[in-house]
């Protein structure tokens, strides 16, 4: 059972380019999310979807688009990279009940120069 | 909106010494709280949370969180660290605000960092 798998772990973009980073989960959860963690922020919800065919908007979603075609895949696109979207990216996944727990994947480590 | 705050950004210890790190939140209202560990280069795991009853809650690595709603405090205890608890470790809540979407607000974040 791999749980919340990312690709690529790392990248380095210039600035301008595009990029889409894949989440794909095997544990037939309905809820998916993107995080960036930055140095003494946290971490904060870029986009959200709570099903198949279905995404919102998070607290920092400016510059980032996200799809969710498939119930096991979660794809964050930067269509023109800026160095300050350089930062940790954190997929998670939760089966949508009330009380049940977020699964994370390892992250995917981005650095726009 | 609702907020978290961990007081403490880096808690350095000694290894057998008691640690505790901080977690307030801004909510009056019910709240689910979580706290995630990351290791170096890792994910997050989650070592512990609180939904409802008891409000003193266990993970199964010795550490222990107590809900404190008068006080909105969550905070993380371990009465004695090993090396291998040296990691980061995020405070997170889920709360009416997040509907039925799951969605979490983590604190910032606090280092802990066990010495020999």
């Known amino acids: 059972n791999a749980g919340v798998t990312q690709t690529p772990k790392f990248r380095v973009l210039k600035t301008g380019q595009s990029m889409t980073l894949l989440c794909a989960q095997d544990m037939n959860h309905e809820y998916m999310y993107w995080y960036r963690q930055d140095p003494g922020m946290g971490l904060r919800l870029i986009h959200y979807?709570?099903?198949?065919?279905?995404?919102a908007k998070g607290e920092v979603p400016d510059g980032y688009n996200v799809s969710r075609l498939k119930k096991q895949n979660f794809l964050l696109g930067l269509e023109s990279a800026a160095p300050s979207q350089t930062s940790v990216y954190f997929c998670?996944?939760?089966?949508?009940?009330?009380?049940?727990?977020?699964?994370f994947g390892q992250g995917t480590r981005l650095t726009v120069v | 909106a609702q907020s978290v705050t961990q007081l403490d950004s880096q808690v350095p210890v000694f290894e057998e010494a008691p640690v505790e790190l901080r977690c307030n939140y801004s909510s009056s209202v019910s709240v689910y709280l979580f706290w995630y560990v990351q290791y170096p280069n890792q994910g997050l795991q989650l070592l512990l949370k609180y939904l409802s009853g008891s409000t003193l809650v266990e993970s199964i690595n010795g550490f222990e969180a107590e809900f404190n709603k008068s006080q909105t405090s969550f905070h993380l205890r371990k009465p004695s660290v090993h090396i291998s608890d040296t990691a980061e470790y995020f405070c997170a809540v889920r709360g009416p605000g997040s509907g039925n979407t799951g969605k979490l607000i983590f604190g910032q974040g606090t280092t802990l960092q066990v010495k020999p």
């Open positions: 979807s709570v099903g198949e065919g279905t995404t």
């Open positions: 998670a996944s939760n089966l949508g009940v009330q009380n049940t727990e977020a699964f």
